[in-house]
């Protein structure tokens, strides 16, 4: 597979768990969260993943890995602050990141 066919399935997957985020959402943070602001923070989940080694470990018998989604939505808070972006309600971001995770499980149960 060419690197612009790698681009582009991952920008689809990525307007995939956008729309699925959006759908999880209150309507109130539908409205408040642009298309950007989402893309933003999933980065910022990915990163919390990527730096707290989540991507490495090993899943238990039943096949799940430990997160602790509070302090995913405490990390995204921070660093949006930090990178002066935005200053992100806790509550928020954690429903952000329940949806993420419940989009991940998804693609986990489809694969």
């Given at each position: 597979?060419?690197i612009?066919?790698?681009?582009?399935?991952?920008?689809?997957?990525?307007?995939?768990?956008?729309?699925?985020?959006?759908?999880?959402?209150?309507?109130?943070?539908?409205?408040?969260?642009?298309?950007?602001?989402?893309?933003?923070?999933?980065?910022?989940?990915?990163?919390?993943?990527?730096?707290?080694?989540?991507?490495?470990?090993?899943?238990?018998?039943?096949?799940?890995?430990?997160?602790?989604?509070?302090?995913?939505?405490?990390?995204?808070?921070?660093?949006?602050?930090?990178?002066?972006?935005?200053?992100?309600?806790?509550?928020?971001?954690?429903?952000?990141?329940?949806?993420?995770?419940?989009?991940?499980?998804?693609?986990d149960?489809?694969?």
């Amino acid at each position: 597979m060419s690197i612009d066919n790698e681009i582009l399935l991952d920008a689809e997957d990525d307007a995939r768990e956008i729309a699925f985020i959006r759908q999880q959402l209150p309507q109130e943070l539908k409205e408040r969260f642009s298309d950007d602001e989402l893309y933003y923070i999933l980065d910022l989940i990915i990163d919390y993943y990527t730096s707290h080694g989540i991507f490495d470990q090993e899943p238990d018998e039943e096949g799940c890995i430990d997160v602790d989604l509070d302090a995913v939505a405490d990390y995204v808070c921070r660093q949006a602050r930090k990178e002066e972006e935005a200053d992100y309600d806790h509550d928020d971001i954690l429903l952000v990141v329940q949806a993420e995770m419940d989009f991940s499980e998804q693609q986990d149960e489809e694969a």
